[in-house]
């Protein structure tokens, strides 16, 4: 009995060793996307009725750099800024953009946890001019976009919640130039409707099946990086014409293997996607879903198969 136990437990820890070291690194999925996205209820005083983070919060995590900024399309809400792992960043209307000043503080502060300005880097798709920051009474400095101080919402838990949307009647999810994000007629800010998932599969007419990310924007791997250990050779002035894919929950996939979907703890503090431990980006200059622009690159830059292979790369 007690060599049957024994050998029932090295089973056991075998298997956890597994997948610990899954790629190379702890195996792991972010918390799905929230739906809780639109109207939050108004709280009194306009900033949240909890004057902590809140249980199940960001926490400690809130006031961490933003990052490569990125785009979020909700759908309802149209294009959403977010930061490097997927968290909306709002915008508060008792601010002031021109000049930039800040009327956050105290126990606004804690639920709307300012997003420092340093290491922030604007997304995809707009000017570096957008990007900016402000002093706050406290003479931490504080990312402004467009103008408009950045914060986080303390009960947004997970990548895509937008909890804090219309809280007090005050505080609004941040459009990419620092308005307000809006839908258009179409639902999204750009016209075009982007897939429903997180990664989803588009039929290329010269590539064949590829993945997208939820605007329909392509999705690519580097031939210099490698999946085990998990490993990205792009970093610094690469990512800006190449932004990561921010971290996406198994649950907001269509028609993607989740076999190494796991979640990319880069050494540079951002957080991205990886499909079969392949990390994942885009291309800054693809302009539209449907372009692949990036294809083909310098010979290194390749779209994503549906199981995670280089899309028309040479043999």
Known sequence: MKTW????????????????????????????RGQAVGNAAPAEGGYG?????????????????????????SGELGKVLTDSEGFTLYRFDKDSAEPPKSNCDGDCAKAWPPVPAEEATAAAGTGAEVIGRVSR???????TVGGWPMYRYAEDSSPGEAKGQGV????????????????DADGSADGTRAGTSGLSVRQDPELGEIVVDKRG?????????????????????????WPVVAPVSRNDVDGVTTKGFVTFDRPDGIRQQSIDCWPVYTFSGDEKPGDTNGQGVGGTWYAVTPDAKLAGSPK
């Not at 050998?7 to 792991?28: K, N, W």
């Not at 609004?172 to 308005?179: E, H, L, N, Y």
């Open 137 to 143: 009474a406290d003479g931490s400095q504080q990312l």
């Open 5 to 32: 136990r024994n050998a029932s437990l090295a089973v056991t820890a075998a298997a956890l060793l597994a997948l610990t070291t899954a790629c190379g690194q702890g195996e792991g999925d972010v918390s799905p």
């Open 168 to 183: 007090g009647g005050t505080w609004f999810a941040a459009a990419p130039d620092g308005k307000k994000a809006t839908p």
């Open 217 to 241: 924007m392509t999705v690519y791997r580097f031939k210099k990086d490698s999946a085990w250990p998990m490993k990205s050779a792009c970093t610094g002035a690469c990512l800006k014409k």
């Open 49 to 73: 009725s909890d004057g902590g983070y809140g249980a199940g919060s960001v926490g400690a995590g809130a006031s961490k750099a933003a990052g490569q900024l990125a785009v979020w399309d």
